[in-house]
């Protein structure tokens, strides 16, 4: 079992940065390929990036690719989210999920259906 727990979301302008974080209890950390979603109000939940189990291999959806950096301290059971150049179309709630490494997984899914444990989200709002 898998807790998460997301922070660092706010009120930007357009152009700013924020940074998100994940942090997850347990101890197999390292065992869980970690992803970042979102969803603004009246639309469905968005991809956006997601860091491998191992290797620190990343992916990103096309809307945030050379804007947005997923990362990972497995020491501190935690995972970044480094977002610059924000737009007011980036504005949603963000939410961390876990997918845990097992046999015949595969990497990267940006299907919300493959992750097992999801945060509680936190609210990132940019203004224009």
């Known amino acids: 079992q898998v807790q998460l727990v997301e922070s660092g979301g706010g009120l930007v302008q357009t152009g700013g940065s924020l940074r998100l974080s994940c942090a997850a209890s347990?101890?197999?950390?390292?065992?869980?390929?970690m992803a970042w979603f979102r969803q603004a109000p009246g639309k469905e939940r968005e991809f956006v990036a997601t860091?491998?189990?191992?290797?620190?291999?990343?992916y990103y959806a096309d809307s945030v690719k050379g804007r947005f950096t997923i990362s990972r301290d497995n020491a501190k059971n935690t995972v970044y989210l480094q977002m610059n150049s924000l737009k007011p179309e980036d504005t949603a709630a963000y939410y961390c999920?876990?997918?845990?490494?097992?046999?015949?997984?595969?990497?990267?899914?940006?299907?919300?259906?493959?992750?097992?444990?999801w945060g509680q989200g936190t609210q990132v709002t940019v203004s224009s």
């Open positions: 999920a876990a997918r845990e490494r097992r046999a015949g997984r595969i990497w990267p899914s940006a299907s919300g259906r493959h992750y097992n444990y």
């Open positions: 347990g101890r197999t950390f390292s065992s869980y390929a």
């Open positions: 860091i491998s189990w191992s290797d620190d291999n990343t």
